[in-house]
């Protein structure tokens, strides 16, 4: 099993800025992929981000979102600037082999707001 645990949520005007972090413990050596997804009041659950060997985002957030990864802390980070109202979602942290096609652990969520 492998453990996620999300941080640096919270509430932030449009036009600004704001670090996710994640970190992994366990059993991480059965995961390539680490990342992010987001849920929006309403909607379904969306990927946002990952980062194997190679950063992949989402159309939505390309330019804005930067993830990075630290594989000695097992951690992943998601810098976002230039934040809109409509990023505004629980963010949840992922790991598995290719997050695209499906995703082994969750993270709990953290909320994001962004106010217009």
């Known amino acids: 099993q492998v453990q996620l645990v999300e941080s640096g949520g919270g509430l932030v005007q449009a036009g600004g800025s704001l670090r996710l972090s994640c970190a992994a413990s366990?059993?991480?050596?059965?995961?390539?992929?680490m990342g992010w997804f987001r849920q929006a009041p309403g909607k379904e659950r969306e990927f946002v981000a990952a980062?194997?060997?190679?950063?992949d985002y989402a159309d939505s957030v390309k330019g804005r979102f930067t993830i990075s990864r630290d594989s000695a802390k097992n951690t992943v980070y998601l810098q976002m600037n230039s934040l809109k109202p409509e990023d505004t979602a629980v963010y949840y942290c992922?790991?598995?082999?290719?997050?695209?096609?499906?995703?082994?652990?969750w993270g709990q969520g953290t909320q994001v707001t962004v106010s217009s």
């Open positions: 366990g059993r991480t050596f059965t995961t390539t992929a």
């Open positions: 980062r194997n060997w190679k950063s």
């Open positions: 992922a790991a598995g082999q290719n997050l695209r096609f499906g995703v082994d652990y």
